[in-house]
């Protein structure tokens, strides 16, 4: 129970080259990202009744344009951060995007305030989206690139992405003794 209890932050790619270019095509490449508060850009902001929101202004105050942005800092994340270093864009939202976007071709951040491992984690959030929650979106999401793009080019793209998990950290860092 012990490792499950940790948290879990991976970035791994089926993709053995170090370059940031899926190898069909000269696009960036595409990353998902899945976690709790320190990995969410915004999700929480689209649940009408979510206790865990990131809307209020001194969260972003040192972000680009100094507003509000859905993350719960006052600046970037480490999804972010990591998105800087591979030169490219930091993924938006799931809720920010409509079922049809092309944008969904080039990565998803599902995470959200409240998440755990366990799917009672953050229950008294009201609303938040919890792991589980944010695997399922990402079904739905590899479903409509699939009937975007085919089932063929989904899966490459799929199989060639970057997947981010932070998750759990919070609890590690302020309950362990």
């Not at 069909?24 to 320190?38: H, I, K």
């Not at 959200?112 to 953050?122: E, F, R, V």
Request: with cysteine; hydrophobic share 35%; glycine share 10%.
């Amino acid at each position: 129970m012990t490792a499950a209890a940790m948290s879990v932050t991976a970035a791994s790619t089926t993709n053995s080259s170090s370059s940031t270019t899926n190898s069909s095509s000269s696009t960036l490449l595409t990353t998902f990202v899945f976690g709790d508060s320190l990995t969410e850009v915004g999700n929480n902001n689209y649940l009408q009744y979510s206790l865990a929101r990131s809307d209020y202004p001194w969260y972003g105050v040192d972000f680009s344009g100094g507003k509000a942005t859905g993350r719960f800092t006052n600046g970037r994340t480490i999804g972010d951060i990591i998105s800087e270093k591979l030169g490219i864009p930091s993924p938006p939202p799931y809720f920010s995007l409509s079922k049809d976007d092309d944008a969904l071709l080039k990565g998803v951040n599902y995470a959200s305030g409240g998440a755990g491992i366990l799917n009672d984690t953050g229950l008294y959030f009201i609303q938040r989206l919890s792991f589980d929650d944010q695997i399922n979106l990402f079904k739905k999401t590899k479903e409509t690139i699939k009937a975007k793009i085919g089932d063929e080019a989904a899966n490459k793209l799929c199989n060639e992405s970057m997947y981010f998990v932070g998750i759990g950290t919070y609890r590690i860092a302020c309950h362990t003794s």
